[in-house]
């Protein structure tokens, strides 16, 4: 009896394992379909994945190749909707143009006569301006120049445009004058023999060129004075309007003048070159100091120099988008005033800025590092002085004092040796 209880434990035994062995392997198929099938649909999607490459990677050798060809022309995002907000733009123009006219009541212009808008971008800078009027209306009118003075002044409370502001200006003299004349109006002709007369077709004339300027002497500089038939600013779309504060919309129009390809003003792309000229034939010229007059005061009225945030890479990226026809701002007021009796026209305007497109429209509460307010009622931060770069010492904390001080030592700066001045006095 003892062998048979045995033998049936043992059964039992057996039974178990076998029911044990049955499961796992139910289980285990189980979990191969599920890898089968997990691995099917995974293949399945790289194959999808591998039929859509070739389409992608098309499109990414032609913006290669495009990048390759032409490396300046990495361009800005353009509006959603261009065309219909050009035509509400150019509505809102058209007011102003006939707005100007009423407020001059100059005479339409004859078969061969010709009429100069000298358009000075303003903001701030009165004492300039009541050197400007004088001296320019005794200079043009000893020449015979039929022209007119017309002060753009911005009044709202972004940065500086200066770009958007002179697309106010030929906005509003389209109707009376053919021709414009971009002014700075810290500079004076002082020369005679400055040709200030209309310009050829598809011709920009620059006046104040590197070799004239009494500052600025690098080859693409075309700022200062540039002369440009109305017709020809509008075929280029004037300038961008999305350069705030100091400088680059210089260089920005130059890349329009240079592109040969002027798109705007056409149903259909146009092609045209222009030409930048400059004087060259002016025998009285020694230097640019007696070719025009320099007034700008960097201590009382400081250039906004600063590039927030994204500016400096956006700035230089060609603006295909904006520009004159695009110009967009509310007029405040048009006013003939005189100073010392000499009559000039005022364009007072707020402009408008898309603070989403370009943020650094919007002053800034604090200076960056490297700029200081001149004084406390200043908004434009100054550059620290420009000597003060490494192998330089800077007295003063750049952002606390009113007169920071340079002190040349002639080598560079060490890490070690820079820790031993007291904090703040040396500009890294």
């Not at 003299?173 to 002014?183: K, L, Q, S, V």
Request: hydrophobic share 30%.
């Amino acid at each position: 009896m003892r062998t048979v209880r045995i033998s049936w434990r043992f059964l039992g035994l057996c039974i178990a394992v076998l029911v044990t062995m049955s499961l796992l392997l139910s289980f285990r198929a189980t979990n191969n379909k599920a890898n089968e099938l997990e691995e099917k649909t995974t293949q399945e999607v790289a194959e999808r994945a591998v039929a859509q490459e070739p389409e992608e990677k098309t499109t990414q050798e032609v913006k290669e190749q495009a990048d390759t060809q032409e490396p300046e022309e990495k361009t800005t995002k353009g509006p959603k909707n261009k065309e219909l907000q050009e035509k509400l733009t150019r509505e809102l123009q058209e007011k102003i143009t006939k707005e100007f006219e009423e407020l001059s009541q100059l005479s339409s212009l004859e078969e061969g006569q010709h009429r100069l808008a000298v358009l000075v971008p303003f903001r701030n800078v009165q004492k300039e301006l009541e050197s400007f009027v004088p001296h320019m209306h005794k200079y043009f009118t000893s020449r015979g120049i039929d022209f007119s003075l017309v002060v753009i002044n911005q009044t709202d409370e972004w940065r500086f445009n200066r770009g958007q502001l002179l697309n106010v200006g030929a906005i509003a003299t389209r109707g009376t004058h053919d021709y414009i004349a971009m002014h700075d109006v810290d500079l004076l002709p002082m020369n005679k023999e400055l040709p200030y007369t209309i310009p050829e077709e598809q011709v920009a004339l620059h006046l104040a060129s590197p070799k004239l300027h009494p500052i600025y002497h690098y080859k693409e500089f075309i700022g200062g004075v540039m002369l440009l038939r109305h017709n020809d600013f509008y075929l280029i779309n004037g300038l961008s309007n999305r350069f705030w504060g100091w400088g680059r919309e210089d260089d920005e129009l130059y890349w329009r003048l240079t592109k040969h390809n002027c798109v705007y003003g056409k149903e259909e792309e146009e092609k045209c070159s222009f030409a930048i000229t400059r004087p060259e034939d002016i025998m009285t010229v020694t230097t640019g100091f007696n070719t025009f007059r320099h007034l700008h005061d960097e201590a009382e009225r400081p250039r906004d120099y600063s590039r927030i945030g994204k500016q400096w890479k956006e700035g230089w990226k060609r603006d295909q988008w904006t520009g004159v026809r695009s110009s967009s701002q509310d007029i405040v007021g048009m006013e003939t005033r005189h100073i010392r009796g000499f009559k000039y026209y005022t364009i007072m305007t707020n402009l408008h800025c898309d603070v989403e497109d370009t943020p650094w429209c919007q002053w800034y509460k604090e200076c960056l590092p490297g700029f200081y307010r001149r004084k406390p009622e200043h908004k434009v931060c100054s550059v620290c002085t420009r000597k003060c770069w490494t192998g330089f010492v800077l007295y003063g904390h750049c952002t606390q004092t009113t007169s920071p001080i340079c002190k040349k030592i002639g080598r560079d700066i060490s890490v070690e040796e820079a820790q031993k001045w007291p904090k703040g006095t040396v500009r890294h």
